[in-house]
Structures are given as structure tokens and as C-alpha cells.
């Protein structure tokens, strides 16, 4: 069982959600942000043989503080990744609202191709320094939001070893 299994007191910090397409590098981004020590939820790693997955998806990502919406071509027709973001929309609304959601781009996608409620969310660019830089991105919003500043930025021989 992974570190990440189960879901730790207080919550997820991370809820990732991603297009079938994308598992590949929602998998990258579990490993890196894991190896920063963050409470990452990805399906793929979280979900026990048994679960109900639709009610664990959805407890997972009223649990975190941010909802990580990866954005490829395949974002499109991925039904349960848009169920994901309506949903981490309707939890971020309101003044003070305790929920982010922070869509990351993996690639280049036309505007119109963009979820309701995305294009207006400040975003985060894999070409703009891969998935080190996105991961610190994140690391930073995280300490922001819980108070904790974060000194460490990951390594591509350090998510790998994270990986094993």
C-alpha cells in the first residue's frame, strides 16, 4: 500500500484530476508531489480494491484543498474529469472560499476547448519549465494556503526514486 492510500487526518492537499488519456502524467505529478511529502489523491493510486469509486472520488476532493485539473486534448471528452471540475468550481465559489482549483496545461488546446469556469482561474504551464516547475508551483500555493513555506523543489532523479 502506498503512502497516499489512505486518506491522512485533516485531509488531501492535492485532489488530481485528469482525462484516462492524461494517467500518465497524473502518475508524474502523484510521484513528485508525493516525494515533496504533500497528501496527493490520485484514482489510480488511492482507490482499494471494493471501492465505490464514485463515492470515493468525490469524498477525496471535498477533502482536499485543491483540485489539480490536468488539461490536454483529451479533456474534452473525458465525462468524469468534467464532473470533477464542476465540482471543484462549485466548492472554490464564494468569498473566502477554502477550495482552489488550478487547471495545468499540458499541452496547447483552443480556448473554446477549455471547461466551463477554467478559463478564468489563473493557470499553470507544463512547457513552461515541466513538471518540476508545476509541482513547485503548487508546493508554494500550498504553503501559502495552509501558513507553511516550502524550501524544497523536486528533482527528476528524486520523482523517480519516489516512484520505485
Same mark, same amino acid.
Given at each position: 500500500?502506498?503512502?497516499?492510500?489512505?486518506?491522512?487526518?485533516?485531509?488531501?492537499?492535492?485532489?488530481?484530476?485528469?482525462?484516462?488519456?492524461?494517467?500518465?502524467?497524473?502518475?508524474?505529478?502523484?510521484?513528485?508531489?508525493?516525494?515533496?511529502?504533500?497528501?496527493?489523491?490520485?484514482?489510480?493510486?488511492?482507490?482499494?480494491?471494493?471501492?465505490?469509486?464514485?463515492?470515493?472520488?468525490?469524498?477525496?476532493?471535498?477533502?482536499?484543498?485543491?483540485?489539480?485539473?490536468?488539461?490536454?486534448?483529451?479533456?474534452?471528452?473525458?465525462?468524469?474529469?468534467?464532473?470533477?471540475?464542476?465540482?471543484?468550481?462549485?466548492?472554490?465559489?464564494?468569498?473566502?472560499?477554502?477550495? $482552489?482549483?488550478?487547471?495545468? =496545461? @499540458?499541452? &496547447?488546446?483552443?480556448? *473554446? /476547448? %477549455?471547461?466551463?469556469? #477554467?478559463? $478564468?482561474?489563473?493557470?499553470? =504551464? @507544463?512547457? &513552461?519549465?515541466?513538471? *518540476? /516547475? %508545476?509541482?513547485?508551483? #503548487?508546493?508554494?500555493?500550498?504553503?501559502?494556503?495552509?501558513?507553511?513555506?516550502?524550501?524544497? /523543489?523536486?528533482?527528476?532523479?528524486?520523482?523517480?526514486?519516489?516512484?520505485?
Amino acid at each position: 500500500m502506498t503512502p497516499n492510500s489512505q486518506q491522512e487526518p485533516g485531509g488531501w492537499d492535492f485532489f488530481l484530476a485528469h482525462a484516462s488519456g492524461d494517467l500518465g502524467r497524473a502518475e508524474e505529478l502523484y510521484a513528485t508531489l508525493s516525494f515533496l511529502h504533500s497528501r496527493v489523491y490520485l484514482d489510480s493510486r488511492c482507490l482499494r480494491p471494493g471501492d465505490n469509486w464514485d463515492v470515493e472520488l468525490s469524498k477525496a476532493q471535498r477533502q482536499s484543498r485543491v483540485t489539480v485539473v490536468l488539461i490536454s486534448a483529451q479533456t474534452d471528452a473525458a465525462y468524469y474529469e468534467g464532473e470533477e471540475i464542476a465540482t471543484g468550481i462549485d466548492m472554490s465559489r464564494g468569498e473566502g472560499a477554502p477550495h $482552489r482549483v488550478v487547471p495545468v =496545461f @499540458l499541452e &496547447s488546446v483552443p480556448s *473554446e /476547448a %477549455v471547461p466551463y469556469g #477554467l478559463r $478564468r482561474k489563473q493557470s499553470l =504551464f @507544463l512547457n &513552461s519549465g515541466g513538471m *518540476e /516547475a %508545476v509541482a513547485t508551483s #503548487l508546493m508554494n500555493l500550498l504553503g501559502s494556503l495552509t501558513g507553511t513555506p516550502v524550501d524544497a /523543489a523536486p528533482t527528476r532523479e528524486a520523482a523517480e526514486l519516489s516512484r520505485v
